[in-house]
């Protein structure tokens, strides 16, 4: 009997995929406009007041009687990377890297943002390196970055992407790699309620994304036990 011959489901060669590239008009700059009409505090407070009694508390309670206003400023805090501009924090570098060539690595970068589909918290840590041509950045300006991002409503992989983007926007570098790995309240503490469970993000740019080994090392970084 003749050997069966098994033929491919697919014969041609796979594209080379790219990931969609963003626009830096939607990332680089503040998120919200001084002309943007916004309601006012007041408005704001009776907001969470109206919340309160839809869970069936009674807002006019002592303990309660302040709580629209404090819930108002934790937003003011939680989210105060509506107003801060990403490119500005990317702004000032500096030359004396002595012919530095390799990539720089900050790795656990801890971070909390909240979930833009239920508005609960997710945390936990983004690794980011890039390969500079001929500036680098100050190492706080990447902590920065990530905090500006996460002070927004988000998702785990809206983020990582635009932690990358910015990055690759600003600084042009040969390469960035951006690793993020957090927790969700959403998962976590409703719903499935599967305490534990982490998820992995990540986006690699330029060296970073066409260079395996590249990747394999910064991740074999990025894992390396602390001392």
Same mark, same amino acid.
Do not use: W
């Given at each position: 009997m003749a $050997?069966?011959?098994i033929k491919s489901l697919n014969p041609r060669k796979a594209p080379d995929v790219r990931p969609a590239e963003l626009d830096p008009a939607e990332f680089l700059a503040a998120a919200v406009r001084a002309d943007q009409p916004r309601p006012s505090r007041a408005e704001a407070e009776q907001a969470v007041h109206t919340l309160l009694s839809y869970?069936?508390?009674?807002?006019?309670?002592?303990?309660l009687l302040d709580t629209p206003r404090r819930v108002v400023e934790a937003f003011d805090e939680l989210y105060q990377g509506y107003h801060q501009c990403p490119a500005e924090v990317l702004d000032r570098t500096f030359g004396e890297t002595a012919g530095y060539d390799d990539f720089v690595l900050v790795r656990d970068i801890e971070f909390t943002s909240q979930c833009e589909h239920h508005m609960m918290p997710f945390y936990g840590r983004a690794h980011i390196a890039y390969t500079p041509v001929e500036r680098v950045v100050g190492l706080s300006k990447l902590a920065r970055l990530t905090d500006i991002f996460a002070r927004r409503l988000q998702t785990q992989?809206?983020?990582?992407?635009?932690?990358?983007?910015?990055? $690759?926007? *600003?600084?042009?570098?040969?390469?960035?790699? *951006?690793?993020?790995?957090?927790?969700?309240?959403?998962?976590?503490?409703?719903? *499935?309620?599967?305490?534990?469970?982490?998820? %992995?993000?990540?986006?690699?740019?330029?060296? %970073?994304? $066409?260079?395996?080994?590249?990747?394999?090392? %910064?991740?074999?970084? *990025?894992?390396?036990?602390?001392?």
């Open positions: $050997d069966a011959l869970i069936g508390e009674n807002p006019e309670r002592e303990g992989e809206h983020l990582t992407a635009q932690i990358a983007a910015a990055i $690759d926007e *600003v600084l042009k570098p040969r390469g960035v790699a *951006v690793l993020i790995e957090a927790e969700h309240t959403c998962m976590s503490v409703r719903g *499935v309620a599967k305490h534990g469970a982490m998820t %992995f993000t990540s986006r690699y740019t330029g060296m %970073f994304r $066409d260079n395996p080994a590249e990747q394999s090392r %910064f991740l074999t970084m *990025v894992r390396a036990p602390q001392r």
